[in-house]
């Protein structure tokens, strides 16, 4: 379970504010990559707090306010199909973290970032490879941009029904896929998602 062990190390090196960076939707064809940095109070104990992943999406929506709650600082941003299609999906990725730390309300002076990338960050960074499972407050970065993305699939969904996009959120389904080339391409398509189209 998620724990204070990588934040603890850096409050022991002298950081005052630590946050937490993880990011969702880096895989499906359509809509924002959505990014969220938190700054958990040290030592907060959040019942259930887990990998987004390894939640239920109820039990995800109830540690978001929990966390929005708690959190001494929370920021969530995101980048467009257009600026991934620019930028390509890593980039964006790094773009849309940066910019979640950006509008914390609390300046963090340490970011630990989930995975194996960090890029263009101008404080201090560590990264940590499944640090949504090993970091509290990676976990609780998790839970946000997943909430937020899959709470903007259900609006792209109401605006694009044809597309299917609340039941598999965006990502590559046969449904999906299929749905793409019966209806063609829409504005909130990653149009560098889609070389499916081009073998056909």
């Not at 390509?88 to 300046?107: C, F, T």
């Not at 959120?169 to 299929?178: I, L």
């Amino acid at each position: 379970m998620p724990n204070f062990e990588f934040e603890d190390k850096h409050y022991a090196e002298g950081y005052t504010a630590i946050c937490g960076c993880d990011e969702a939707g880096r895989g499906p064809l359509c809509g924002p990559v959505v990014a969220a940095a938190v700054i958990l109070p040290r030592g907060l104990e959040i019942p259930g707090l887990n990998d987004s992943k390894k939640l239920t999406e109820k039990k995800r929506e109830a540690l978001y306010d929990l966390i929005i709650e708690k959190a001494v600082a929370y920021g969530i941003a995101e980048c467009t199909p257009e600026e991934i299609d620019e930028y390509n999906i890593l980039n964006a990725s790094m773009l849309a973290m940066r910019r979640a730390v950006e509008k914390l309300s609390v300046k963090a002076d340490f970011a630990l970032i989930d995975g194996n990338c960090s890029r263009g960050f101008t404080i201090p960074t560590e990264t940590v490879v499944k640090g949504d499972a090993k970091s509290a407050s990676i976990a609780a970065a998790s839970i946000l941009a997943k909430v937020t993305r899959d709470r903007g699939c259900e609006e792209l969904d109401r605006e694009y029904p044809m597309y299917g996009i609340a039941k598999h959120k965006g990502y590559p389904t046969k449904d999906h896929m299929n749905a793409v080339r019966e209806h063609g391409v829409a504005p909130i398509y990653r149009k560098s998602f889609l070389k499916f189209l081009d073998k056909e």
